[in-house]
């Protein structure tokens, strides 16, 4: 599934998760400044990381529930239930890696992650009622 095939809400809500890293890098950099010594490149690699793997569970849950639309009921409960594990089970296994690769800073990766929850809540201010799926 390509960016150009996804549904606006999903496409906005990859934006919307886009620019809570971009805020949450600004206000974490400056922190970092002044009273940590985490090397700020490596805190960006870790919330680029987190935002990568935000913007892959965003791709999987709208397949997801579009291949859940069509099949039966029972097939459809046990294929989301799978597709939720798997999202839970890749984001355990991000952040997990994120605290052995020397490369990538956990609290970063940490927020990339995370950033989909307050995506979720600014899509909603920007969508208008028609375009909601």
Do not use: H
């Not at 010594?37 to 529930?65: H, K, M």
């Not at 409960?77 to 839970?88: D, E, K, P, T």
């Not at 952040?95 to 052995?100: I, M």
């Amino acid at each position: 599934m390509t960016m150009l095939s996804m549904s606006k809400t999903a496409k906005k809500l990859i934006m919307c998760a886009g620019m809570v890293c971009l805020a949450a890098f600004l206000a974490g950099s400056v922190i970092i400044l002044f009273f940590f010594s985490v090397p700020i490149p490596v805190f960006a690699a870790g919330i680029l990381f987190g935002y990568a793997v935000t913007c892959f569970r965003v791709v999987s849950l709208e397949r997801n529930l579009n291949r859940s639309a069509d099949l039966t009921s029972n097939k459809a409960r046990v294929y989301a239930l799978l597709g939720f594990f798997f999202r839970y089970i890749l984001t355990f296994g991000a952040l997990a890696l994120a605290v052995f690769m020397p490369f990538l800073d956990m609290w970063g990766a940490f927020i990339g992650v995370l950033s989909l929850q307050p995506a979720g809540y600014m899509v909603r201010l920007f969508i208008k009622d028609e375009d909601v799926i």
